[in-house]
């Protein structure tokens, strides 16, 4: 496997032809390298067009998933970012090359020791990866211009929208555990704008705002 033309064809086939046309995100998608974030014995898949095991029940979701939302989020240059789920890193990974500063969460110390080593390797300096209860959102660090959830949530915590800046975007999928809708939820100073952007399947948020472990 050529990874500089498994991930041309990636982004050709699996996100160009499907509707993400943003071309700075479609650059990221060329760049950082998707292959680092799986286990070895799938890295000749890690450009296929579905989520993979990380391990610990846990995925790395499909490309176009995460092309959609990151498109979705509308990350800008010297933006603050607040991903929850870390997972792979590979998300994150994806947020760092568009924006100032990526903060994650991630409530398993042994992928989120696992996704800092790829970044510090890949030279990815602008993350900064947390443990802990990621549906409480990090209020240390608020407010945030986007945050992303990579998880599946009974509901949209209100921790989280509380946590935007006005213009802020919250992306998550809400539903219940096997289904979910992805939703955009916008903070503005009128209130709060929500749209849907589809169906989706992800594991479960865990957390005080989330599902029970």
């Known amino acids: 496997?050529?990874?500089?033309?498994?991930?041309?064809?990636?982004?050709?086939?699996?996100?160009e032809a499907r509707g993400i046309t943003d071309t700075r995100i479609l650059g990221a998608f060329r760049e950082v390298p998707r292959h680092?974030?799986?286990?070895?014995?799938?890295?000749?898949?890690?450009?296929?067009?579905?989520?993979?095991?990380?391990?610990?029940?846990?995925?790395?979701?499909?490309?176009?998933?995460?092309?959609?939302?990151?498109?979705?989020?509308?990350?800008?240059?010297?933006?603050k970012i607040l991903e929850i789920g870390t997972g792979s890193g590979y998300q994150a990974a994806i947020l760092s090359r568009l924006c100032g500063?990526?903060?994650s969460i991630e409530r398993i110390s042994a992928l989120a020791s696992?996704?800092?080593?790829?970044?510090?390797?890949?030279?990815?300096?602008?993350i900064n990866i947390r443990i802990g209860d990621g549906s409480q959102g990090l209020p240390k660090e608020a407010p945030f211009d986007g945050i992303v959830v990579t998880a599946g949530a009974p509901h949209v915590p209100g921790a989280l929208i509380e946590q935007l800046g006005e213009g802020g975007r919250l992306i998550i999928p809400v539903g219940d555990e096997s289904l979910q809708e992805l939703r955009r939820i916008v903070r503005t100073k009128e209130g709060v704008r929500e749209e849907s952007l589809g169906g989706c399947r992800f594991v479960k948020l865990i957390g005080r705002n989330g599902w029970e472990s």
Not at 1 to 15: C, N, S, T
Not at 115 to 124: Q, S
């Open 1 to 15: 496997m050529d990874p500089v033309l498994a991930r041309q064809h990636m982004v050709k086939e699996q996100l």
């Open 36 to 79: 680092k974030f799986v286990e070895e014995y799938l890295k000749y898949r890690a450009y296929d067009d579905y989520p993979l095991s990380i391990g610990f029940g846990q995925t790395i979701s499909q490309p176009y998933m995460v092309a959609l939302m990151t498109q979705s989020l509308m990350p800008k240059p010297q933006e």
């Open 101 to 103: 500063t990526v903060h």
């Open 114 to 126: 696992r996704a800092r080593k790829v970044h510090d390797e890949l030279g990815y300096y602008n």
